[in-house]
């Protein structure tokens, strides 16, 4: 039986896929992979498998139905999460055929229910025994949490159906309510990754439970370096180990005290910046997107600070995530920040700093030497205000 909790690809499905050394390995007849499916209830129609290949590219694999049969084929650099859905073209928040699995290079065999993913039954990946052995653990959890979970759920349809501002505020008020209350569950289901991680250290499930944690960014018993560090060196080389030895470097480069790296990036007009080129000033990146409404949100608290400070020597450089530039321009206009700089994330970005593939809104503030002086992902007592008054005000 798999039953596992769909808020992991979710997360999956909105990050940067990280280029590894993956690129330069060659196919082998050990890295094919076939997954062999049947499906009750519909012997028609199409479905869908998505994964990262040998290469660390995303592949979406649409096949059709043969009287309720399918069968998948690829090549891949060891165990792999991956996708399985229905027809449907968007996942909401309670999919039913929608399941995570995890495949490996072999053979393996999978048997699915129409309008039930989520109990499939699958065999042929030892990573995948492993995914449901935690996910059994993790559910006796959720059962004690089941009343939560149902308002949760209620909350965030109210919000779906809300036709009015007041209604929205109501049942977002609501959902806040709900997630408090599952603040134990959390902590209990925590508890529980812990000790498989530390029980298991050459599994690669190991790996992928350390990496949600390490991208979030958000203080956890997860995001250990201890943990990390006490897996086997196959498991720390595995795709998920080097993305978080990936993350846990640009933390440390992006540690306040540490020199800010420099880059150039494109800015709205097609002009290029270069973050040396304001070195004297103190420059706020702010890292955002034009679909994310937290960010949107915090622009007129940005707006207000860069006046207040921007005599004393203040930049703000926004940096978009957004892959739609039309879409990110016509949010720059609609906020009416066109006189910060405003440039798209690149690839140089990207292998630097870790806001991009952390939770946005995130910021670094640059001092006038090029050194970072706060951080929104690091843990510090100090607020972004803060430390702006005592640089800018305090100091002079």
Same mark, same amino acid.
């Given at each position: 039986?798999?039953?596992?909790? *769909? ?15 993956? &690129? ?21 129609? @199409? ?10 590219? +995303? ?25 399985? *859905?229905? @027809? ?13 699995? @995890? ?20 065999? =042929? ?5 492993? +995914? ?21 759920? *209620? ?26 209350? !599952? ?5 209990? /289901?925590?508890?529980?990754? /812990? &000790?498989?991680?530390?029980? $298991? ?68 007009? =097609? ?5 040396? %080129? ?5 420059? !706020? ?7 994310? =409404? ?25 940096? &978009? ?17 066109? $006189?910060? @700089? ?12 870790? %806001?991009? /593939? ?8 640059? =001092?006038?030497?090029?050194? /970072? ?14 430390? !702006? ?8």
């Amino acid at each position: 039986m798999i039953s596992i909790n *769909k808020k992991f690809v979710l997360i999956v499905l909105g990050l940067v896929i990280f280029h590894t050394c993956l &690129s330069q390995k060659q196919y082998t007849s050990e890295d094919n992979f076939v997954l062999n499916g049947t499906i009750e209830g519909r012997d028609t129609g @199409y479905i869908i498998l998505r994964y990262t290949d040998i290469m660390g590219k +995303w592949i979406i694999d649409t096949t059709n139905l043969q009287n309720g049969k399918f069968q998948y084929t690829g090549k891949i650099g060891g165990p792999t999460r991956a996708i399985i *859905k229905g @027809y449907r073209k968007i996942i909401d928040f309670n999919e039913v055929n929608f399941v995570n699995v @995890y495949i490996e290079p072999g053979v393996q065999n999978i048997e699915l229910i129409e309008n039930d993913y989520e109990h499939a039954k699958m065999n =042929g990946s030892v990573t995948q025994l492993e +995914w449901e052995t935690l996910a059994r653990h993790n559910d006796s959890i959720k059962a004690k949490y089941e009343n939560e979970f149902r308002q949760l759920l *209620k909350a965030k349809y109210e919000y779906k159906d809300a036709k009015t501002e007041e209604e929205k505020k109501v049942a977002l008020e609501n959902e806040k309510k709900a997630i408090e209350r !599952l603040i134990p569950y959390n902590k209990e /289901v925590t508890l529980e990754n /812990v &000790s498989f991680v530390k029980q $298991h250290s050459d599994s690669y499930l190991s790996a992928y439970i350390l990496l949600t944690p390490f991208l979030n960014g958000f203080p956890s018993e997860l995001a250990d370096e201890t943990l990390f560090h006490n897996l086997t060196p196959r498991i720390k080389n595995s795709p998920d180990g080097l993305r978080i030895i990936d993350i846990i470097r640009k933390k440390k480069q992006n540690t306040v005290g540490n020199i800010a790296h420099n880059f150039k990036a494109k800015d709205v007009n =097609g002009n290029e910046i270069i973050l040396l %080129n304001l070195r004297g000033k103190y420059v !706020l990146l702010d890292f955002w997107a034009s679909w994310c =409404g937290p960010c949107r949100a915090e622009i007129p608290h940005l707006k207000k600070l860069y006046d207040q400070y921007h005599p004393n020597g203040l930049e703000i450089l926004t940096i &978009s995530i957004d892959k739609d530039s039309i879409a990110w321009r016509k949010a720059i206009q609609k906020e009416k920040i066109e $006189h910060w @700089y405003n440039v798209s994330c690149n690839k140089d970005i990207e292998a630097n700093y870790e %806001n991009p /593939v952390s939770p946005i809104p995130s910021g670094i503030l640059i =001092g006038r030497d090029g050194k /970072v002086v706060w951080n929104s992902n690091a843990s510090q007592s100090n607020t972004l205000e803060q430390v !702006l008054k005592k640089e800018l005000i305090d100091k002079n």
